[in-house]
């Protein structure tokens, strides 16, 4: 099995260290992360009042705090935010992007991992909660998601950064530029920031269903978030589109249902792309046409951890 | 509601009388009636802060000490940024019964009147 990556350097990368890290992070996200033990990680929405999204992190516990991974560009703003809410807490905020590498790796990124590897196999146990892997020097190694076992995500030092790709080039691995992992991605239906993920946006559009606890009790948006599921708000929810080839779609681009405007495209590469289409026509196989009326966009149910 | 002045240091929030007997009341059920208040803005809740009430032995360097009708209130510097100008008033009704908090620097509160956004 082959083995390709792509690192990042704008990814958001945010420490919380201290003895009241876990419990804190449990009131601005949807997940229950307080329950976390070290080597154990999650994925949880970060939350505005509103109940809309800063962002969609993975989360990552060990002894001594979080570590949370976020999209590209949003590493100032979750840490400044959760900041502010440090009072009365022993949690020290900080923002690591800029010094950390995030590395999406495709294939067989099992081998890099120093452990045995049948223990390996727990890295993609649960599909709320799995457990991740400390590497030389400081570094991490996780699944990206439980529903993608190939996909693994490994924070490296930027200093260290340098020597790390020439040892994954020397193995053969192959690197990829932002636009292919920007297809592998659309076509995986994983939401990010900027795309799916962001202010305006609620977790259950996102079709984050398993990064939400709705048991967990009090957090930044909760009564929001709690209120649109148990009422059933949810106005528009995640889907995959697909086009002709040759048609061009771009992002932003309202799709119209008989001329009435029922969604709008998130993510394009080639002929597929992400989109927010309401409820009511977010089946698959439902046709729609841009408001230019250039194309017509084919809905698929594409995020990966649905049946 | 009328509400009851320091008697010593210039005020930061108000407490009413129901409040300040009630807190009496459990202090001395505690057997610490000369212990303080302590009231305290906190990360946490569906709004993002939190009010907090505690029982404390004694002020820190940080703490602003009020004194209402001989209860003795603690306010940390940073929870004052939020709470400067509240009013904690005590509800002793059947349904209602609690503490709560009027803050006028709070642009919303959450359905459960602990948690409140800025």
Redesign the interface.
């Known amino acids: 099995m082959s083995l390709s990556y792509h690192a990042d350097l704008d990814r958001a990368v945010v420490r919380l260290e201290g003895p009241d890290a876990a419990t ?1 992070f449990q ?2 996200s949807t997940q229950e992360t307080r329950s976390l033990v070290p080597g154990e990680a999650t994925r949880a929405a970060v939350t505005t ?1 509103k109940g809309t999204m800063l962002d969609w992190v993975l989360v990552l516990r060990d002894e001594t705090g979080l570590t949370l991974v976020g999209g590209p560009g949003r590493g100032a703003i979750l840490a400044t935010t959760l900041d ?6 022993d949690v020290t905020v900080t923002d690591r992007s800029a010094g950390t590498r995030v590395v999406t790796l495709i294939g067989s990124w099992t081998d890099l991992l120093p452990v045995p590897a049948d223990e390996a196999s727990r890295l993609t146990a649960d599909a709320r909660r799995w457990s991740w892997r400390g590497t030389a020097d400081g570094e991490a190694l996780c699944a990206g998601h439980p529903a993608l076992p190939e996909v693994a995500i490994w924070l490296v030092d930027e200093a260290s950064w340098p020597a790390r790709e020439a040892n994954l080039v020397d193995r053969g691995a192959e690197p990829w530029a932002a636009d292919r992992i920007e297809g592998w991605r659309i076509g995986a239906g994983f939401p990010a920031s900027g795309h799916e993920i962001g202010e305006d946006v609620n977790p259950w559009e996102a079709r984050l269903e398993t990064s939400i606890s709705l048991e967990k009790g ?6 929001v978030v709690a209120r649109l599921f148990h009422y059933r708000k949810i106005q528009r929810q995640l889907m995959g589109l697909t086009w002709s080839a040759g048609t061009h779609v771009e992002i932003g681009a309202t799709l119209l249902d008989e001329e009435r405007p029922v969604g709008v495209v998130t993510s394009v590469s080639g002929e597929r792309g992400l989109g927010l289409v309401k409820v009511a026509q977010a089946r698959p196989g439902v046709q729609l046409v841009t408001a230019a009326g250039e194309a017509t966009v084919t809905l698929e149910d594409r995020p990966f951890w649905l049946p | 509601m009328s509400t009851t002045t320091p008697s010593s240091a210039p005020t930061l929030i108000n407490l009413t009388p129901k409040a300040i007997a009630h807190v009496k009341s459990l202090l001395e059920r505690q057997g610490k009636p000369e212990a303080y208040l302590r009231v ?10 939190s009010y ?1 009430l505690d029982v404390a032995d004694e002020a820190t360097a940080q703490d602003r000490v009020m004194t209402f009708d001989g209860l003795k209130v603690l306010l940390d510097m ?2 004052s940024l ?1 709470l400067s100008g509240m009013e904690l008033d005590y509800n002793d009704d059947l349904m209602n019964a609690g503490f709560t908090f009027k803050n006028p620097n709070a642009a ?1 509160t ?3 009147g602990t ?1 409140f ?1 800025v």
Request: hydrophobic share 25%; aromatic share 14%.
């Open positions: 804190f009131g601005y009042r502010r809410y440090t009072l009365g807490v009090c957090y930044l948006g909760q009564e | 305290a803005a906190v990360g946490g809740g569906c709004s993002g802060f907090k940073k929870s939020l919303h959450c359905g459960c948690s956004s």
